[in-house]
Every structure is written in C-alpha cells, then in structure tokens.
Nanobody, 117 residues
Framework: QVQLVESGGGLVQAGGSLRLSCVHSGSGASIYAMGWYRQTPGKQRELVASIAGHTTNYANFVKGRVTISRDNAKNTMYLEMNNLKPEDTAVYYC????????????WGQGTQVTVSS
C-alpha cells in the first residue's frame, strides 16, 4: 500500500511563494508518474502539474509560475509556486500512479494553500 503525505501549505500574500512537498512511502510497485491537483469548494479537482521521468506537464493557469520536480532518492515530489494569486487558493492534493495508462491511483490528504490579496 502506498501512502502520500503532503506538506508546505499555508497562508501567503499575493505575489508570494510556497513550496509544497509530497512524500510517498509504503510497499508496491514504483510510482511511474506523480502530479499535483487542486480543488476549491463546489468545483471539480483540477490538474496543476504532473511529472513522469523527465517529462513535465503544466496547466495553462500556472505556466511560468510553478515548477514541479521529483527527488527519487528522497521519495519526494515538490511544487514550487511563485507569484501566487488569490485564485490559487485551494486544497492541493498529491497523486501518483504506477502505469502511464492508469488513472491516478494514489492520493494524499491534501494541504491548504490560501493566498490573500
């Protein structure tokens, strides 16, 4: 069983920065791809960024402002977020999957990011 645990959320002023972390642990096949999703009340969860090997993918609404990375030696994925906007306020979730054709199989509990104007 794979566990994902996020950290790094918090309250920041508009224009500020945060770095989210997601540590994965547990048994099972290695995680092929990981991603960050976010969700606000009443809205569907949306993909922010994903990483598989050296390939990264970003949602248009964060391009140029965030960087996703992964440290396999530490079993940790990061999301560096800069120039944050109030509309970035959401619960951010870490996700993982073992196979490129799978749906996202593993989820963390989420970390709250609040950006004040």
């Amino acid at each position: 069983q794979v566990q994902l645990v996020e950290s790094g959320g918090g309250l920041v002023q508009a224009g500020g920065s945060l770095r989210l972390s997601c540590v994965h642990s547990g048994s099972g096949a290695s995680i092929y791809a990981m991603g960050w999703y976010r969700q606000t009340p009443g809205k569907q969860r949306e993909l922010v960024a994903s990483i598989a090997g050296h390939t990264t993918n970003y949602a248009n609404f964060v391009k140029g402002r965030v960087t996703i990375s992964r440290d396999n030696a530490k079993n940790t994925m990061y999301l560096e977020m800069n120039n944050l906007k109030p509309e970035d306020t959401a619960v951010y979730y870490c996700a993982g999957k073992n196979d490129p054709f799978d749906t996202w199989k593993y989820w963390g509990q989420g970390t709250q990011v609040t950006v004040s104007s």
